[in-house]
């Protein structure tokens, strides 16, 4: 994708605002590409819809509330899809050699383990957190709130 093409997908979502937006976001993605300010701005509503969503839940009760933010990024047709929706299923249920969007990066296994791990931490306990989560693993994160 070329940034014509970025501008014209995208001017009916953004209106006037456009160049004020895109600027905004590559100051923040100084490296990212037409594609990547695409996905980027397209997928920020339901970002922002799934934070508030978690922030309601934790003011609602004293139940932790946890959330993830999956990074990771495959090499899958040529990296197109990055960190894209439901990739993080594979490496939740230990299966990313069936699945041909985890893409072939040999540290996909590593990340399958702490995965999988923190699930079922979360389906055993209730609460996701491993020992080298909170000790600032690189890879996967989860949030309490409360």
Known sequence: MA???????????LGNKIDRVINTYKKTHPNA???????GL???????????LAERKAAGSSAPV?????????????DLFK??????????????????????RPDKYELTESVSEAWI????????NL?????????????VQR
């Open 83 to 104: 960190a894209c929706h439901v990739l993080e299923i594979p490496f939740v249920f230990d299966n990313v050699d069936d699945i041909a969007l985890t893409g072939g």
């Open 121 to 128: 931490a979360f389906a055993r306990s209730g609460n996701p």
């Open 42 to 52: 397209t997928s920020e509503g339901t970002r922002r819809a799934s934070i508030a």
């Open 3 to 13: 940034e014509p093409e970025l501008r014209e997908r995208l001017a009916s979502l």
């Open 66 to 78: 946890y959330m993830y933010l999956f990074t990771w990024e495959t090499d899958y047709y040529g």
């Open 131 to 143: 020992p080298e989560f909170l000790n600032g693993s690189p890879t996967v994160h989860t949030n």
């Open 33 to 39: 590409t037409p594609w990547d300010l695409f996905v």
